[in-house]
């Protein structure tokens, strides 16, 4: 079965609030509309239609990087007409899978659903919610054949009380849709032409309207304003943590983890409450991440402990580290095995062997730093001169005492010591001692300035 897909997405979003076209607001850190088009893309491999009216541009740019052809709705009059834009894009002999860009939690497995059902040339997803209030209600016959679909607001009291309603995602053959779509009317309580009359049509030609319903119905759950995005957030984050713990990941409170991209998880990996994973992000086997953390395309080897209220961005993090608190890695920053990054410290496009220390509030930018060296407090690395960054190295076994600068470019050889208090400007050979400092003064008999009684009561 050849299967061209067809995404709707040319409401306005007018409860939403905003001049960001609604498809685009973001669940799980991506656009609502790509994971519509990520779900259809495991059950088509055509180049999905997508349907745009309101903030079309900004829609057009926002899916630049994926691979849609698009059609344009003037005017909203309703499902029929989005459509009918896109019958030149439609082959007869493909069905039509016709999704909804602001409907995220839809499941490729729904989809297989709905093709499978689909043998006669049309089927329609449906949901049973306990308050289908606002959802067009499935009309059955006796015999539990599907006889029609009726808005809410065209519903008798009868139909009001059924509880099988309408995803309005359905699967139908090109060819009946080229035929039945310039056929629809609008005799309604919109005026508006309804894709949902396609039904009728189909059972007065006798065509039989197959059916896959949704085991979940929240799959089905519509965004129109920002209640309902933070709500299908939950439900998607819910899923994921789901998913995680299933894999044997132990997370101490799934409500409050984010995942806002991918998380790859290895054995006995504990992630505490409060994180935030954004981008790719690995965590190798026994990882520990502490709370309030924030991760973003990081990979992160066996045994890495991560302290609390870190943030970790574009790193590479060598087995057996540990990482915080209050630590701060910025992007191109990889660390060797066991390197121990404390708390305050800031880590910024430096390379870091294996078994380094950098404990206390130091800052290290710029910079390649071999194994064993230990980097005191107070540390950092001028790595600017007001146009261009310069690069610091430090060789195996370099000691650096605490309040030091070094003032890049310059280089430090294998073994050198540095006194506490040194301003580094030059190279400097292997086992040698460094110290700039002042040498310190005592002065005796010195009295620090005090205001009397008589001036400090004149004030």
């Given at each position: 079965m050849s299967v061209t897909v067809v995404v709707l997405a040319a409401g306005q979003g007018k409860r939403m609030h905003s001049d960001l076209p609604k498809v685009l607001h973001r669940v799980a850190g991506k656009p609502m509309i790509e994971h519509v088009l990520d779900s259809a893309a495991a059950v088509s491999d055509r180049t999905p239609v997508v349907v745009h009216g309101h903030g079309g541009e900004r829609l057009v740019a926002g899916l630049a990087h994926r691979g849609v052809t698009w059609a344009e709705q003037r005017e909203q009059l309703g499902t029929g007409h989005a459509v009918a834009q896109t019958l030149d894009q439609i082959p007869a002999e493909d069905t039509v899978l016709i999704l909804y860009g602001d409907v995220p939690l839809l499941t490729s497995r729904a989809l297989a659903d709905l093709l499978d059902a689909a043998a006669s040339g049309f089927a329609v997803l449906t949901a049973r919610m306990s308050d289908p209030s606002g959802y067009g209600r499935i009309v059955r016959g006796t015999d539990g054949s599907l006889l029609r679909i009726v808005e809410?607001?065209?519903?008798?009291?009868?139909?009001?009380?059924?509880?099988?309603?309408?995803?309005?995602?359905?699967?139908?053959?090109?060819?009946?849709?080229?035929?039945?779509?310039?056929?629809?009317?609008?005799?309604?309580?919109?005026?508006?032409?309804?894709l949902t009359d396609c039904v009728a049509m189909a059972v007065a030609e006798g065509v039989a309207v197959g059916s896959a319903t949704l085991a979940d119905a929240a799959e089905a759950m519509g965004v129109n304003n920002r209640r309902q995005l933070a709500e299908v957030e939950r439900l998607y984050q819910a899923r994921l943590a789901d998913a995680l713990l299933e894999q044997g990941v132990t997370l101490l409170d799934p409500s409050r983890l984010d995942v806002r991209g991918t998380l790859v998880c290895g054995r006995d990996v504990v992630i505490d409450v409060n994180v935030v994973i954004e981008g790719d992000v690995t965590l190798g086997d026994g990882?520990?991440?502490?709370?309030?953390?924030?991760?973003?395309?990081?990979?992160?080897?066996?045994?890495?402990?991560?302290?609390?209220?870190?943030?970790?961005?574009?790193?590479?993090?060598?087995?057996?580290?540990?990482?915080?608190?209050f630590a701060r890695l910025r992007p191109e920053t990889t660390l060797g095995r066991a390197v121990h990054i404390g708390n305050f410290v800031e880590i910024k496009k430096s390379d870091i062997a294996a078994g380094s220390k950098v404990n206390h509030l130091a800052y290290v930018g710029d910079a390649e730093i071999g194994e064993r060296v230990n980097v005191g407090a107070g540390t950092i690395t001028c790595n600017y001169d007001g146009a261009f960054k310069h690069k610091t190295v430090l060789e195996d076994d370099v000691f650096v005492g605490s309040d030091t600068q070094l003032v890049a470019p310059v280089r430090v050889g294998r073994g050198v010591t540095i006194g506490a208090g040194t301003t580094v400007t030059e190279d400097v050979e292997a086992g040698r001692l460094v110290i700039s400092r002042v040498r310190q003064k005592t002065i005796s008999g010195w009295e620090r300035p005090r205001k009397d009684n008589a001036s400090t009561e004149k004030k």
């Amino acid at each position: 079965m050849s299967v061209t897909v067809v995404v709707l997405a040319a409401g306005q979003g007018k409860r939403m609030h905003s001049d960001l076209p609604k498809v685009l607001h973001r669940v799980a850190g991506k656009p609502m509309i790509e994971h519509v088009l990520d779900s259809a893309a495991a059950v088509s491999d055509r180049t999905p239609v997508v349907v745009h009216g309101h903030g079309g541009e900004r829609l057009v740019a926002g899916l630049a990087h994926r691979g849609v052809t698009w059609a344009e709705q003037r005017e909203q009059l309703g499902t029929g007409h989005a459509v009918a834009q896109t019958l030149d894009q439609i082959p007869a002999e493909d069905t039509v899978l016709i999704l909804y860009g602001d409907v995220p939690l839809l499941t490729s497995r729904a989809l297989a659903d709905l093709l499978d059902a689909a043998a006669s040339g049309f089927a329609v997803l449906t949901a049973r919610m306990s308050d289908p209030s606002g959802y067009g209600r499935i009309v059955r016959g006796t015999d539990g054949s599907l006889l029609r679909i009726v808005e809410h607001k065209d519903a008798s009291e009868d139909e009001l009380r059924i509880d099988e309603i309408n995803t309005g995602i359905m699967a139908v053959r090109g060819a009946l849709l080229h035929k039945w779509i310039p056929a629809l009317g609008n005799d309604n309580a919109q005026g508006e032409y309804y894709l949902t009359d396609c039904v009728a049509m189909a059972v007065a030609e006798g065509v039989a309207v197959g059916s896959a319903t949704l085991a979940d119905a929240a799959e089905a759950m519509g965004v129109n304003n920002r209640r309902q995005l933070a709500e299908v957030e939950r439900l998607y984050q819910a899923r994921l943590a789901d998913a995680l713990l299933e894999q044997g990941v132990t997370l101490l409170d799934p409500s409050r983890l984010d995942v806002r991209g991918t998380l790859v998880c290895g054995r006995d990996v504990v992630i505490d409450v409060n994180v935030v994973i954004e981008g790719d992000v690995t965590l190798g086997d026994g990882v520990h991440v502490g709370p309030n953390n924030v991760i973003r395309d990081a990979r992160i080897d066996d045994g890495v402990e991560i302290l609390p209220n870190c943030v970790i961005e574009s790193v590479t993090i060598g087995a057996s580290s540990r990482i915080g608190p209050f630590a701060r890695l910025r992007p191109e920053t990889t660390l060797g095995r066991a390197v121990h990054i404390g708390n305050f410290v800031e880590i910024k496009k430096s390379d870091i062997a294996a078994g380094s220390k950098v404990n206390h509030l130091a800052y290290v930018g710029d910079a390649e730093i071999g194994e064993r060296v230990n980097v005191g407090a107070g540390t950092i690395t001028c790595n600017y001169d007001g146009a261009f960054k310069h690069k610091t190295v430090l060789e195996d076994d370099v000691f650096v005492g605490s309040d030091t600068q070094l003032v890049a470019p310059v280089r430090v050889g294998r073994g050198v010591t540095i006194g506490a208090g040194t301003t580094v400007t030059e190279d400097v050979e292997a086992g040698r001692l460094v110290i700039s400092r002042v040498r310190q003064k005592t002065i005796s008999g010195w009295e620090r300035p005090r205001k009397d009684n008589a001036s400090t009561e004149k004030k």
